[in-house]
């Protein structure tokens, strides 16, 4: 498929009353890669819901899964990658829920939710744009795919979308090159592509890495916007928690391919229980004055094929007990509070540790 699955569902209505408000429930999802070194847990036992219309960011560190989970989502794993458990389920707004992981390689609800229900916006805008098509004709062909409009229809569309992405003289801008266009205009262009069918979910893979830090900021502001005008679930995933802190309402924090902690922005930000959440929080610039160092978490990622026993984070955790948290299998997530928003942590310390980061989180 194309690197900007799009959609025809369409529906510039107001929305259809459901009973549900999860538009993506995951369940126990596990994807490993068969390799040399042996086998390769990139995902392993994540679970998480989304609500709809709402913002919900994945953050980690590099190679931690995150893009791994998003390409399963949309079953988008290759070989020598494969799903190997657990349960993704799209629940549109008017239809029946559809299990993605259920269905055959060539069911055709699979092109349903790839290029129907679903988007997804890549880091590098050029690998999702042809540079031998013009702007225009590229956003036109992902509605022609599934909307059936006239020609003119889908010129007005296209331009009435590159205009609510902030790209002014849309008409012109319509006729040139993606090489023609900065690259702050070029994402434009893909996130106007990945919304012009009016998708139900957006998966957004570090969709302003590429960028400088302005345009960064412009971008995520923009797609805020467009969320909330169109009431579109995004999957905002990033390594820096400091860019997705004023936008996203939720936060799953992963590390060597499970979640290792969840809950709302605000409580992850003020309170977070996690030391490795604790850890990403403190080397955020943000946090720090310009000329100091900046901390940054001890040692590094261990290779898939080399994950530690115990909580696989215990290697770099300056809260780490020997013989506790070393042995036996990495610790469940534990939900803090039963009865109330929803915060989820994995580790067997945490009402030990207690919340250490309150005073120096952004706000
Ligand atoms: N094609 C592949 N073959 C073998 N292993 C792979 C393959 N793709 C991914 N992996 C493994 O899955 C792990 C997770 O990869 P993923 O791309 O999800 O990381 P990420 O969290 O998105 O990192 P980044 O922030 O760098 O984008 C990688 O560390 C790698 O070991
Ligand atoms: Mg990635």
Redesign the pocket.
């Known amino acids: 498929m194309s690197k900007t699955a799009q959609s025809n569902h369409t529906t510039q209505a107001a929305p259809v009353k459901t009973d549900s408000d999860t538009v993506l429930e995951v369940d126990g999802l596990r994807t490993y890669?068969r390799?040399h070194e042996g086998e390769?847990r990139?995902?392993d036992g994540v679970s998480f819901k989304m609500k709809r219309g709402s913002i919900l960011a994945i953050v980690?560190?590099?190679?931690?899964?995150?893009?791994?989970?998003?390409?399963s989502i949309l079953r988008l794993i290759?070989p020598?990658?494969k799903i190997v458990g657990g349960r993704v389920t799209l629940r549109p707004v008017g239809e029946e829920p559809i299990e993605i992981t259920a269905l055959g390689e060539k069911d055709e609800r699979l092109y349903h939710v790839r290029g129907g229900l679903a988007a997804m916006i890549f880091?590098e805008p050029m690998s999702a744009l042809s540079p031998v098509h013009t702007v225009g004709n590229q956003i036109m062909e992902a509605i022609f795919i599934h909307q059936k409009v006239t020609k003119q229809q889908a010129q007005q569309l296209a331009e009435e979308m590159l205009s609510k992405v902030g790209i002014p003289n849309a008409a012109v801008r319509l006729k040139q090159y993606p090489h023609e266009l900065s690259g702050g205009m070029r994402q434009r262009v893909v996130i106007a592509m990945a919304l012009v069918c009016r998708p139900q979910l957006l998966i957004a893979?570090?969709p302003t890495t590429a960028l400088d830090v302005t345009i960064q900021a412009q971008i995520m502001q923009l797609m805020k916007g467009l969320q909330s005008e169109l009431g579109t679930g995004v999957m905002l995933?990033t390594?820096d928690l400091g860019v997705v802190a004023q936008l996203a309402e939720e936060v799953a924090v992963?590390y060597l391919?499970r979640i290792v902690e969840k809950g709302s922005m605000r409580t992850i930000i003020k309170k977070p229980r996690h030391p490795y959440t604790m850890a990403l929080l403190q080397s955020l610039p943000s946090l720090h004055a310009r000329n100091q160092k900046l901390p940054s978490i001890k040692g590094s990622?261990p290779?898939?094929t080399r994950i530690p026993s115990g909580c696989p984070f215990h290697p770099r955790c300056e809260h780490a007990q020997a013989g506790r948290c070393d042995v036996g299998g990495p610790p469940p997530l534990e939900q803090l509070d039963p009865d109330g928003v929803g915060h989820e942590v994995a580790c067997l310390r945490v009402h030990e540790i207690g919340p250490t980061l309150k005073a120096q989180a952004p706000s």
């Open positions: 890669f390799t390769v990139a995902v980690g560190e590099s190679g931690c899964g995150k893009s791994v989970t998003a390409y290759q020598p990658g880091q893979d570090e995933i390594h992963m391919g990622v290779a898939l």
